[in-house]
Every structure is written in structure tokens, then in C-alpha cells.
């Protein structure tokens, strides 16, 4: 059986998403992450993690699929910054802003397509 496939762009409605599936605050910190409804062809390579305000980003590493994760993480509120394989990147600003805080959040900013 032969197998065909190929990349298309995805266009989606809405912005990114950044699911915190763990965020624990304490002993240096660790947060475990994973970012939906991310528009584009291409894959994220890199996710970075910043203290709002400062310039200092942190690269997370991605353990596997749409995850990423990082142990010794800064105060909260939270910058994250994504990269894409087009070499793009979008800043989603202040968008952890509670220590320990899991769930969906939904930023103000989409890759263009």
C-alpha cells in the first residue's frame, strides 16, 4: 500500500491557546505547558518563558508533541514567546498570571498566515 501525505496550511479561528498542565510554584518552580490552535504549516521550534517586563527569556524544552516544559521559573505574571519554523515569533504577554494557576489560557495574539 502506498502512502501519500503533505503539509497544508491551517487556517483557524481565534488565537493561541496555552494549556498549563502543571505548574508547581514552589522549590524553584516547574511548568509543564502545551499551545492549541496554533495557525501555520509549519511546527513550533521554540518556546520561551520571560518575567513580564524583562528580556531575560528562558528556552523550554519539548518533551514530546505540542509539550514543553521548564523547571526554575520567575515570578509570575508571564511572557511566553513562540518561534515557528517560517522564523516567526509571537510574544503571548502576560499570559500566566497567578503561581500554581493550570488550565486554558487564551492570549491575544495569532501567527500570521
Known amino acids: 500500500m502506498k502512502i501519500q501525505y503533505r503539509q497544508v496550511p491551517c487556517k483557524v479561528a481565534g488565537n493561541i491557546v496555552v494549556n498549563v498542565d502543571t505548574y508547581r510554584a514552589t522549590a524553584g518552580g516547574y ?64 499570559i500566566i498570571t497567578k503561581a500554581g494557576q493550570t488550565g486554558a489560557f487564551k492570549s491575544a495574539v495569532q501567527f500570521a498566515t
Not at 496554533?38 to 524583562?54: K, W
Not at 518561534?83 to 502576560?94: A, C, D, E, I, P
Open 31 to 94: 511548568i509543564k505547558l502545551s499551545l492549541k490552535n496554533v495557525a501555520g504549516s509549519g511546527g513550533i521550534t521554540s518556546v520561551q518563558l520571560a518575567q513580564t517586563g524583562s528580556t531575560a527569556y528562558r528556552p523550554m524544552n519539548n518533551t514530546y508533541g505540542a509539550e514543553w516544559e521548564i523547571s526554575i521559573v520567575p515570578a509570575p505574571p508571564l511572557d511566553i514567546k513562540v518561534t515557528n519554523q517560517q522564523g516567526q515569533s509571537v510574544v503571548l504577554r502576560g
